[in-house]
């Protein structure tokens, strides 16, 4: 982890609830990339969750790109919400 919860708040104040919450996102990573996020089975349900909830709602559709046209990058980003 780049940032530690606790480089800022010593651990050791905390309530026990509080001390809870922090060490359960202090353990965990988020991928910076797609090639880090599929080596865990847990992005990668997530991102087919992503994709399935795309399709359902039609937000778009794979098709064939037209003569000369250029296709329109994009990038997954990975949080932990």
């Known amino acids: ?8 708040i010593p651990y050791k104040n905390l309530a026990e609830h509080h001390l809870k919450y922090a060490l359960s996102i202090s353990c965990q990573n988020e991928p910076q990339n797609f090639e880090e996020a599929r080596q865990y ?3 990668m349900e997530a991102m ?3 994709i399935k909830a795309l399709e359902e709602n039609e937000t778009w559709k794979i098709t ?3 003569p000369n046209k250029i296709a329109i990058g994009c990038k997954w980003v990975f949080r932990i919400k």
């Open 41 to 43: 089975p847990e992005w």
């Open 48 to 50: 087919k969750a992503e």
């Open 64 to 66: 064939e790109l037209p």
């Open 1 to 8: 982890m780049l940032y530690p919860l606790s480089s800022i």
